[in-house]
């Protein structure tokens, strides 16, 4: 029988202050990332759906964040778009692990989110395999982050206490419970600042989403 997921510690989960996502958002502006701060996961999802075009190719990272609030469900099953995510995991890695691999590289649209981002607006991404830092960081045409304001953090070394202490474990049991499976902290990228203005949007939730 697979251990039980630990309980959300609370010291983790408090919401940050209305003036502390603000100076977050204005932190991300300044550095060509647009953001959007919104009240409920529910108008994340509402949100990040009136980014995206009819038919539009997208594509998602593994986030707790997209499946509390309903978006993966609507990206992958409404049949409104062009959903890799169903179509990966109709193929065989064996024969056709290339063509996997470059399908996923560079979606048009990519949504997902973030483990922890600072107080001036630094974006800690942390990946087992990095699937999606690829993507992240350049291969996907837009990309859409959706981060509960939770997840605000003072600098970089706090972000890592919170991953280590918090969303790891609660990660790896989740993927054990479901899979049978270990996750890892195997590669880390900061995004401090977007080259392309407009490519990248973080969506700020006052409310706690995701982990």
Same mark, same amino acid.
């Given at each position: 029988?697979?251990?039980?997921?630990?309980?959300?510690?609370?010291?983790?989960?408090?919401?940050?202050?209305?003036?502390?996502?603000?100076?977050?958002?204005?932190?991300?502006?300044?550095?060509?990332?647009?953001?959007?701060v919104?009240?409920?996961?529910d108008?994340?999802? +509402?949100?990040a759906?009136?980014?995206?075009?009819?038919?539009?190719?997208?594509?998602?990272g593994?986030?707790?964040?997209?499946?509390?609030?309903?978006?993966?469900?609507?990206?992958?099953?409404?049949?409104?778009?062009?959903?890799?995510?169903?179509? +990966?995991?109709?193929?065989?890695?064996?024969?056709?692990?290339?063509?996997?691999?470059?399908?996923?590289?560079s979606?048009?649209?990519m949504?997902?989110?973030?483990?922890?981002?600072?107080?001036?607006?630094? +974006?800690v991404?942390?990946?087992?395999?990095?699937?999606?830092?690829?993507?992240?960081?350049?291969?996907?045409?837009?990309?859409i982050?959706?981060?509960?304001?939770?997840?605000?953090?003072?600098?970089?070394?706090?972000?890592?206490?919170?991953?280590?202490?918090?969303?790891?474990?609660?990660?790896?049991?989740?993927?054990?419970?479901?899979?049978?499976?270990?996750?890892?902290?195997?590669?880390?990228? +900061?995004?401090?600042?977007e080259?392309?203005?407009?490519?990248?949007?973080?969506?700020?939730?006052?409310?706690?989403?995701?982990?």
């Amino acid at each position: 029988m697979p251990a039980p997921i630990p309980e959300l510690d609370p010291s983790y989960m408090r919401p940050a202050s209305d003036e502390v996502i603000e100076h977050v958002a204005a932190g991300l502006r300044a550095n060509n990332i647009e953001a959007i701060v919104v009240q409920t996961g529910d108008d994340a999802r +509402l949100a990040a759906l009136a980014l995206i075009p009819d038919g539009a190719e997208v594509h998602s990272g593994k986030s707790k964040t997209l499946e509390d609030i309903g978006l993966l469900a609507e990206l992958n099953e409404s049949g409104r778009y062009d959903a890799i995510k169903p179509r +990966l995991l109709k193929m065989d890695r064996k024969t056709q692990g290339a063509e996997m691999r470059k399908l996923g590289a560079s979606p048009d649209f990519m949504l997902g989110s973030v483990q922890a981002v600072t107080e001036d607006g630094v +974006l800690v991404v942390v990946s087992a395999g990095g699937g999606q830092i690829g993507p992240y960081a350049s291969g996907a045409g837009k990309l859409i982050l959706i981060v509960g304001s939770q997840k605000i953090v003072a600098n970089f070394d706090e972000a890592m206490h919170r991953i280590r202490e918090h969303a790891f474990p609660q990660e790896d049991a989740r993927l054990k419970a479901a899979f049978g499976l270990n996750t890892a902290i195997g590669k880390v990228m +900061l995004i401090h600042k977007e080259f392309m203005p407009g490519r990248t949007t973080v969506i700020l939730v006052k409310e706690p989403v995701g982990i």
